[in-house]
Nanobody, 127 residues
Framework: QAQLVESGGGVVQAGGSLRLSCVAT????????MGWLRQAPGKEREVVAA????????YYGNSVKGRFTISRDNAKNTVYLQMNSLHPSDTAVYYC????????????????????WGQGTQVTVSS
């Protein structure tokens, strides 16, 4: 059974950058689309970004377009989220997800049973 393990979260000042990583252990994610969701306290879960199995197609939530970039390295079984120009509103727990069947444009925050979830990594942006 594969597991997704996120890393790279932390505390950063507004305007700064962070890069999150999600590595799949004990599994091969090369045929899976992968994506990031986030949830802040008291707020609804939100789609951040998704990428298809080859890396040739990406999808971004409106709130992060132009600031975040999703990429993947299938040889390392890893997906990345480069986050630039961070705002305090980006503060949330970021979760890595993977699914074999979902198109990236259909990535959703709720009402779907993803094939795999990570445990989450906290990102805190201070003003």
């Amino acid at each position: 059974q594969a597991q997704l393990v996120e890393s790279g979260g932390g505390v950063v000042q507004a305007g700064g950058s962070l890069r999150l990583s999600c590595v799949a252990t004990r599994g091969d994610m090369r045929t899976y689309a992968m994506g990031w969701l986030r949830q802040a306290p008291g707020k609804e879960r939100e789609v951040v970004a998704a990428i298809n199995w080859s890396g040739g197609a990406q999808y971004y939530g409106n709130s992060v377009k132009g600031r975040f970039t999703i990429s993947r390295d299938n040889a390392k079984n890893t997906v990345y989220l480069q986050m630039n120009s961070l705002h305090p509103s980006d503060t949330a727990v970021y979760y890595c997800t993977a699914d074999r069947f979902l198109e990236v444009t259909d990535w959703r925050a709720t009402d779907y049973e993803y094939g795999y979830w990570g445990q989450g990594t906290q990102v805190t942006v201070s003003s």
